[in-house]
């Protein structure tokens, strides 16, 4: 009786005390599904859901995953898209700049122009045979308001 009582308190031991430390960890993974596993995922935070052999519930919060560090397809992606936006910037400021210059010069040859036909001297031009003609004070003043037109939508 004494050997039957050593060997059923050997057995006992042998199966709890391998599981006496034991762990396990209950969280979600990246498509939602719940994992239970006796080793802590990598990369997110540890939560204790039961020790085995315990009655204790299962928690059921999640844990949350760490910051991980990025693959080198999202930095790539990152560096792509700030280029993109550069290049765009910086084709944006041109459009402006070209714009602005062609702006300055429509201004300058109409108050060359205002300037030249206020100050009355004879103006000549070819008609539609190539043959020279002097415009006459009705033309220039056509002519003159067009120009000061001009000047006010490109001088502002």
């Known amino acids: 009786m004494k050997n039957t009582l050593i060997f059923a308190l050997g ?24 994992v239970v596993s006796d080793t802590p995922p990598q990369g997110v935070a540890k939560e204790t859901a039961r020790t085995i052999g315990s009655n204790a519930p299962l928690s059921t919060s999640a844990a ?8 080198m397809a999202e930095k790539d992606l990152e560096f792509r898209k700030r280029q993109q936006e550069s290049a765009e910037k910086a084709d944006k400021a041109a459009k402006e700049e070209s714009d602005a ?37 009705e033309e220039r003043a056509r002519e003159l308001a067009r120009a000061q037109k001009i000047v006010g939508e490109s001088c502002k």
């Open 64 to 71: 949350k995953p760490a910051d991980a560090p990025k693959t």
């Open 11 to 34: 057995i006992a031991l042998t199966v709890t005390l391998p599981n006496a430390g034991a762990e396990t960890y209950q969280w979600k993974d990246s498509s939602g599904r719940t």
């Open 101 to 137: 210059a062609a702006k300055r010069d429509n201004c300058e040859r109409a108050k060359r122009q205002v300037a030249l036909l206020e100050s009355g001297q004879r103006i000549a031009t070819t008609d539609a045979n190539g043959e020279r003609r002097v415009i006459d004070d």
